[in-house]
């Protein structure tokens, strides 16, 4: 079964990403892209701006689908990711929901610390790293 799920990836003006620490399963005690499910009758853009403001506190505008990534969930369930480029429009940055921590990293700084699977691939991928 697969679980639609949506990230958003923000960049400052001196090229840190946004990353939050994941309070939970799946990855609890790893960094990511702030994100989380698409609810039923939710569009991947009204998630995005809902996950944002729920995990960092900040109001985004959703740009382009930067990337799709599939990870393995508990119980045969498989969470299709889809990112977005997103631009803070507002708020106030502080770990929220199921974020544990929610800070700009600059790429090295991401490298250093315990990722979530898959995610510096992913990102190097689409030339964020």
Sequence with gaps: MNVRCVGGIVRDGSGRLLMVKRGRAPAAGTWS?????????????????REMREETGLEVAVGRLVGTVERPGPDGVT???????????????????DAAEARWLTPAEL???PAAPGLLDALGGWGLL
């Excluded at 892209?33 to 853009?45: A, F």
């Excluded at 969470?79 to 977005?84: G, R």
Aim: aromatic share 6%; hydrophobic share 35%.
């Design 79 to 97: 969470y299709e990711i889809h990112d977005y480029e997103v631009t803070v429009r507002g708020g106030a940055l502080r770990a929220g929901d």
């Design 33 to 49: 892209v702030p994100g989380g499910r698409v609810e039923p009758g939710e569009s991947d853009e009204a998630a995005v701006v």
């Design 111 to 113: 490298r250093a610390l």
